[in-house]
């Protein structure tokens, strides 16, 4: 049987996280790939510890890789982890490039899921999630600025071009609800 790549996009503090973990509890086993991940790594071989780096300093070396090693560097990373994987579902969570859904798109039996939610639900999710450092002391207008970066800007648009569409602003129950009529309706509907 194929592999089935499930590639996530959406905002910061929209619920992505949530989405690979409702996945996990319905398909059981997965490699779940965060773009940032390559980044993030890369940081820790020159001895910085994971808590300590920043989403600036993230979308900063996104940038710089992109001009060093050529559009859609960190795609290439993503895209090596995902044909390795070993696991039947493999989570490619972090689409934020149109390099990185033309790859998607490459690769049989994938789906794009665009996970959402208000701006002002997804800054207190990430004030409690203290996920990237200095995340938790960011003012509203703050977040709202970091959504103009090069990382930030195509999500959207990325959206539009998505397989399925999850609306996270109501309660947990809801958005397992959305992802089990993601995996009814694409998933076991293509098997």
Known sequence: ?????????????????????????????????????????????????KNEISRAQLQEWAKQADKIFGKG?????????????????????????????????????????????????????SQKRKEKAGEDKATLEQFAEEEKAATEIYIKEIGRRADFTINNNGSPKKLEEQVRLFVSSKIKANS
Not at 8 to 32: F, Q, T, Y
Not at 80 to 92: D, G, P
Not at 99 to 122: G, H, P
């Open 73 to 125: 560097s960190i795609t290439k990373g993503v895209k090596k982890r995902l044909v390795e994987s070993n696991l039947q579902i493999r989570i490619f969570d972090g689409i934020r490039w149109h390099t990185d859904v033309e790859m998607l798109r490459s690769l049989s039996n994938s789906f794009l899921i665009y996970v959402t939610a208000d701006m002002e639900i997804r800054w207190k999710r």
């Open 1 to 49: 049987m194929k592999p089935i790549i499930i590639g996530l996009a959406g905002e910061k503090g929209a619920g992505k996280e949530s989405v690979v973990n409702v996945l996990r509890m319905i398909l059981g086993r997965v490699d779940h790939i965060r773009s940032s991940d390559v980044l993030i790594e890369s940081a820790m071989s020159f001895g910085y510890k």
